[in-house]
């Protein structure tokens, strides 16, 4: 907490001199600053700041010397910001950024008249540095690669069976994209999801994902009606992300997807994380709300492995409570993985909510699950991810409710 200790200046004490090195800019909360730089033979004012106004915060992204010097002019009080403080928040949330910031940076000290002379302390950091430079550029050329895969239709939806747990009959599919990239192969998710998500690409491809998962949906739900007839009408999971939830627009355009594609909406679920709840929950819960107007169902994926907050059970309209499969490999073999997922299912049934159980991989998971009353079992004891044309042989095969993988 001693970054925001507040400093207190006299009218004309110095906060630091042109030349020197710092690494913390300053917040002004009362008072005034004078900005100044020796040029030219004499000292030059470039601003006067006032509350409220920050100064010093080049520092917060190089360990080079002031390019200018800090005087108060009144009595001042200053909120110092330290470097340190603002590397970690960068590390924490967006690499690409802090490299981004790192290069205008430099663009800015070689428009000021050179580069002074490097730090020791400067010096150690370049292998750091030059990882980063490398993941953005990374992240870059993935990003590139997205936006071309739209126009090349470049991805592809597999199909995970969900099955209900007392009988193993076929509930339902999730809809889990997959990444063929010309020069790499077929990408995981774990690859493209989180930069789809920061360039807004996730947008189009979710619409993409929605469209295409819909219309797989009647295709299966007409062989499972020519193999099994009177079986339960099946169900689709389609994942929504944070970014399609925050602007209404986006939402109205979900909407008119459904609309359109002639699907039930009562066989629709869609599926939110907890982060993508917890990040901004009031537009979430809008958004949540308009999408339930259409009568369709919203799934928390993975929970209990996130910002888990019993708070927003309540405040959201949800339907059913995914457990997280690092509970269900576990519960076997850990008591304490079994009390959490029994808890969970215990939780999702007092709220009137069901559960699907992910991760299921061996028989005996099924029989601890069914005493906790698990509706849904996915995993891949049932089926791994089928690509669709593979799903009319499972339909076929193992709909009806057979017990092997």
């Avoid at 100064?55 to 110092?80: K, M, S, V």
């Avoid at 709840?277 to 339930?292: C, D, F, R, S, Y």
């Avoid at 209990?304 to 997280?324: A, R, V």
């Avoid at 005493?371 to 049932?382: A, K, L, N, P, R």
């Amino acid at each position: 907490m001693d970054h925001w200790i507040r400093e207190f200046y006299s009218a004309g004490n110095t906060i630091f001199n042109e030349g020197d090195f710092g690494q913390i800019a300053y917040l002004i909360e009362r008072g005034a600053i004078r900005i100044s730089s020796y040029r030219s033979g004499q000292d030059q004012d470039i601003a006067l700041l006032n509350e409220g106004d920050m100064f010093g915060e080049i520092a917060l992204i190089d360990r080079r010397a002031r390019t200018a010097t800090a005087t108060a002019t009144e009595e001042t009080t200053l909120i110092p910001i330290s470097r340190d403080l603002v590397v970690s928040k960068l590390k924490q949330s967006d690499p690409l950024l802090s490299y981004i910031l790192q290069v205008v940076v430099e663009r800015w000290r070689e428009s000021m008249g050179g580069i002074p002379l490097k730090t020791d302390a400067q010096l150690a950091e370049e292998n750091d540095i030059s990882s980063l430079k490398t993941f953005a550029i990374d992240q870059l050329k993935i990003a590139q690669n997205l936006s071309d895969a739209i126009e090349r239709n470049e991805f592809l939806l597999y199909y995970q069976p969900v099955v209900h747990l007392h009988n193993r009959q076929l509930g339902g599919f999730e809809a889990l994209i997959r990444w063929n990239q010309p020069d790499m192969g077929f990408v995981s998710p774990v690859g493209f999801i989180g930069v789809a998500e920061n360039t807004g690409l996730i947008v189009p491809i979710g619409r993409w994902v929605l469209k295409t998962a819909l219309a797989a949906l009647a295709e299966f739900q007409s062989d499972m009606d020519e193999h099994h007839p009177g079986a339960p009408r099946l169900f689709m999971s389609i994942n929504v992300s944070a970014r399609q939830l925050q602007e209404q627009d986006e939402v109205e355009t979900l909407i008119d997807i459904i609309r359109a594609s002639g699907v039930d909406p009562k066989r629709i679920k869609l599926e939110v994380t907890e982060s993508a709840l917890i990040g901004n929950p009031m537009v979430a819960a809008e958004a949540l709300n308009k999408l339930k107007e259409l009568d369709l169902l919203i799934a928390i994926d993975d929970f209990g492995t996130g910002y888990s907050s019993l708070n927003y059970l309540s405040q959201f309209p949800i339907d059913t409570l995914k457990i997280d499969q690092s509970f269900v490999f576990a519960m076997l073999e850990h008591d304490g993985s079994r009390r959490i997922t029994k808890a969970i299912a215990s939780m999702a049934h007092d709220l009137e909510m069901n559960c699907i159980a992910e991760g299921i991989e061996q028989e005996a998971d099924i029989p601890v699950l069914q005493s906790m009353g698990v509706e849904y079992g996915q995993g891949y004891f049932f089926s791994k991810p089928r690509a669709q044309e593979q799903v009319q042989d499972y339909i076929s095969k193992r709909g009806g409710g057979t017990s092997t993988a």
